[in-house]
Structure formats: structure tokens, C-alpha cells
């Protein structure tokens, strides 16, 4: 077997360059719309982790030229209180998009929360109405993290139609939507899960591989074809021998990268495509309202 180095998937070159689209777009709406598009993320606690994210994606929605109308509420915030903020988001005619940043604490029901959120203003394509549609193929606010991938995979015109496609995982928040994404690009796909027998046959199958596990370094080269386009959508901090902490994939780069023929980095693959693609959503749903004025 010759050996090959991987071409590498640069998330954040494309998140940048969905992001500098968007300015010009929005631009052009609000001449139309007359107001700039509306996000609000609503965070509950203090979990550093999620006060990071939340923070770069309220500087992303300045960048682009998004007003932010997020909250921050205190741990002890109720489930009433909540359901009400959301229902005077939902009233609200300058806000077109609604995240609440997960995880809550555990007295709260984010799935009740996620529900009461208008689909129209779903900006994370959560909700079931959501859903629903990616499942009847239907117009409709797409999960960011599965419509980032899908993102990518178009940039580097990576065949999908006839191709074999595993996706490892299958969380209503990544694998299956992903898996729905890339049935409905005529892929025959694949589900794998933490039940499937022979897994390393399973994926050995695959022309496009989506790692979506939660286990740092999973997927190891003997589990890739060779020449395969392996998406790492995984997140997972470790500590190296050296007591380091660092950010690592569900793939094991470094041997993967020898045999596949692209594959996406961790930091800088998938990861950046989620915060453009909420962007992206927030302004489509925006763009709905302002077709309606028109
Ligand atoms: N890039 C981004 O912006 C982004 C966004 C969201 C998530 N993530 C990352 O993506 C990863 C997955 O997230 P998630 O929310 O989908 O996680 P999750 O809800 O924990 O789901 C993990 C999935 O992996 C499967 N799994 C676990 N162990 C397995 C094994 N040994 N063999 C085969 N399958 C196994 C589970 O199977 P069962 O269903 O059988 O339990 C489950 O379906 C995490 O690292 C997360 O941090 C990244």
C-alpha cells in the first residue's frame, strides 16, 4: 500500500468566509427589512464552558452585524421564569432566532424549554417541527453542527450521491440529523452506536466517515478504507504525558491522516462551522420575514 497524507478540511477558513457572506447579506436585508436580524442565546449558571461559547457567539453576531438579545440568568432561575423569557422572545418582532445554551442545570427541562421555542425562531434546528422537516426533505432551520458538515464536504466537492457513508453516533443533536443530511444527498448510509457489532468492519466500509462518539482518539487508521474522507465532528479535552491539556477529535489524527484522503482537524475543523451555520440560520430566518413584508 503507497502511502498518502491526508488533504486537511479547513473548518475555520470556511466558517470565516460563510461569515464575511453574511455581512453583505444582511446588509442588503435590512436596506429591505429596515431593522438588523435578532439572536438570542439564553444562558442559565456558570459553567465556564458555556460562558466561552456563548461569548464567541455573541462576538460572531457583532462581526456579521446580528444584534444579540441574550440573557444570562442566575442557576437558581426557574423553570417558569424561563418558559416566560421565551415566550416574550418568541413575542418579540426584532429577535429571529432562540438558543438556549446547554447544559442547564439539573432542575431544569431543556427539552420542554427547546419546545416552547417558536420553530420559525429555532435558530439551533432543534426543535421537532425542525425535525420533521429535515426528515420530509421540507425547507426548514437545520441542526448547525450536521449543516456545517454538510457545508464542508460541498467546499471540497467531496462526492456524497452512491457513496458509502458511516456515521458513528447517533444523538438527535449530531449523528442523526447527519445521517438524514447526507440520506437526503443520496448517500446509502450507515448508523453506528455504542450496540453495534464488529465496528471496525462497519467503518472499513465507509467513503465518507463521520466520527460523531465522544471518545477522544476513537477511530484508529485500521478503521478506515483506505483513500476515505473521514469528518471528525468530536470535541474531547485531554491531558498529555506532559500534564498539558488540549483538544482532541473522536479520530486519531495522526494515524488517520496517513490513510484517508481528507479529513478535518480538531480545533479548526468541524467545530468553527457550527457558530456560521447558527449565524446562517438566524439570518434565514430573518430573510423568511422579510419575504413576507415584501
Ligand atoms: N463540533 C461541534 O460543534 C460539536 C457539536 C456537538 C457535539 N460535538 C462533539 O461531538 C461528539 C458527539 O456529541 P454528541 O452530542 O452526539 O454525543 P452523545 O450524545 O454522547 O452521543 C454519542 C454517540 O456515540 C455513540 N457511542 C458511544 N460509544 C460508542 C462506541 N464505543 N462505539 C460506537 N458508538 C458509540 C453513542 O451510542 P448510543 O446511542 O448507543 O449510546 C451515541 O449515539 C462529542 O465529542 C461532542 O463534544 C461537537
New binding site residues.
Given amino acids: 500500500m503507497t502511502s498518502r497524507t491526508a488533504q486537511i478540511i479547513d473548518g475555520k477558513a470556511l466558517a470565516d468566509k460563510i461569515q464575511s457572506q453574511l455581512v453583505g447579506r444582511i446588509q442588503e436585508l435590512q436596506a429591505k427589512i429596515g431593522r438588523p436580524p435578532g439572536l438570542a442565546v439564553l444562558m442559565v449558571g456558570d459553567n465556564p464552558a458555556s460562558a466561552a461559547y456563548v461569548s464567541g457567539k455573541e462576538k460572531a453576531c457583532t462581526k456579521v452585524g446580528i444584534a444579540s438579545f441574550g440573557k444570562h440568568f442566575p442557576t437558581e432561575t426557574t423553570q417558569a421564569e424561563l418558559a416566560q423569557e421565551i415566550e416574550s422572545l418568541n413575542q418579540d418582532e426584532r429577535v429571529d432566532g432562540i438558543l438556549i445554551q446547554l447544559p442547564l442545570p439539573p432542575h431544569l427541562d431543556a427539552q420542554a424549554l427547546l419546545y416552547q421555542i417558536h420553530p420559525d425562531k429555532d435558530a439551533d434546528g432543534l426543535h421537532p417541527v425542525n425535525l420533521g422537516r429535515l426528515v420530509r426533505g421540507e425547507p426548514g432551520l437545520r441542526s448547525?453542527?450536521p449543516a456545517?458538515v454538510m457545508q464542508l464536504l460541498a467546499e471540497y466537492q467531496i462526492p456524497i450521491q452512491g457513496q458509502q457513508a458511516v456515521v458513528?453516533?447517533?444523538?438527535?443533536?449530531?449523528?442523526k440529523p447527519i445521517a438524514l443530511m447526507l440520506l437526503a444527498a443520496d448517500a446509502t448510509v450507515t448508523i453506528?452506536?455504542?450496540?453495534?457489532q464488529d465496528?471496525p468492519a462497519i467503518t472499513r466500509t465507509a467513503d465518507i466517515l463521520i466520527?460523531?462518539?465522544?471518545?477522544p482518539q476513537?477511530i484508529t487508521a485500521e478503521m478506515v478504507k483506505p483513500g476515505a474522507v473521514v469528518i471528525d465532528?468530536?470535541?474531547?479535552r485531554i491531558t498529555t504525558a506532559e500534564g498539558k491539556s488540549r483538544l482532541v477529535?473522536?479520530v486519531d489524527f495522526e494515524s488517520v491522516k496517513n490513510i484517508a484522503q481528507f479529513i478535518t482537524p480538531?480545533p479548526k475543523?468541524?467545530?468553527?462551522?457550527?457558530?456560521s451555520i447558527l449565524l446562517e440560520n438566524t439570518v434565514w430566518s430573518y430573510a423568511q420575514k422579510g419575504m413576507k413584508k415584501s
Fill in positions: 448547525c453542527t456545517g458513528v453516533g447517533r444523538s438527535i443533536l449530531v449523528g453506528a452506536h455504542s450496540r453495534s465496528l466520527a460523531a462518539v465522544g471518545k476513537f465532528v468530536g470535541i474531547n477529535g473522536d480538531v475543523g468541524v467545530g468553527p462551522m457550527t457558530v
